[in-house]
Nanobody, 123 residues
Framework: QVQLVESGGGLVQAGGSLRLSCAASGRTFSSYHMAWLRQAPGKEREFVATISGSGGVTLYADSVKGRFTISRDNAKNTAYLQMNSLKPEDTAVYYC????????????????WGQGTQVTVSS
């Protein structure tokens, strides 16, 4: 079992940057594939990015490709989402999720979830 705590959200102007962090409990962090997903008001939760347990494989939603970077530090039990060139449409609650089976973009099948962190991008 793993517990996830996100941080780093906030208010930023369009074109700005934020880095989200996801701190995980437990001693087997590298056995979990990590993902970031988001949910905007009135919309369904959507996939943003995922990274394999070793960090060697990443996958991005088309809407964030080239602007966001997912990474992880297994020594620190932490995953990150660097968000650059932010747009108002990136405004959402961002969730960190984990699973021991590679799920790619299958948003609703991740087993472990954080509480979410709000990201607001003003125009």
């Amino acid at each position: 079992q793993v517990q996830l705590v996100e941080s780093g959200g906030g208010l930023v102007q369009a074109g700005g940057s934020l880095r989200l962090s996801c701190a995980a409990s437990g001693r087997t962090f590298s056995s979990y594939h990590m993902a970031w997903l988001r949910q905007a008001p009135g919309k369904e939760r959507e996939f943003v990015a995922t990274i394999s347990g070793s960090g060697g494989v990443t996958l991005y939603a088309d809407s964030v490709k080239g602007r966001f970077t997912i990474s992880r530090d297994n020594a620190k039990n932490t995953a990150y989402l660097q968000m650059n060139s932010l747009k108002p449409e990136d405004t959402a609650v961002y969730y960190c999720a984990a699973n021991q089976v590679w799920l790619a973009r299958r948003t609703n099948e991740y087993r472990y979830w954080g509480q979410g962190t709000q990201v607001t991008v003003s125009s």
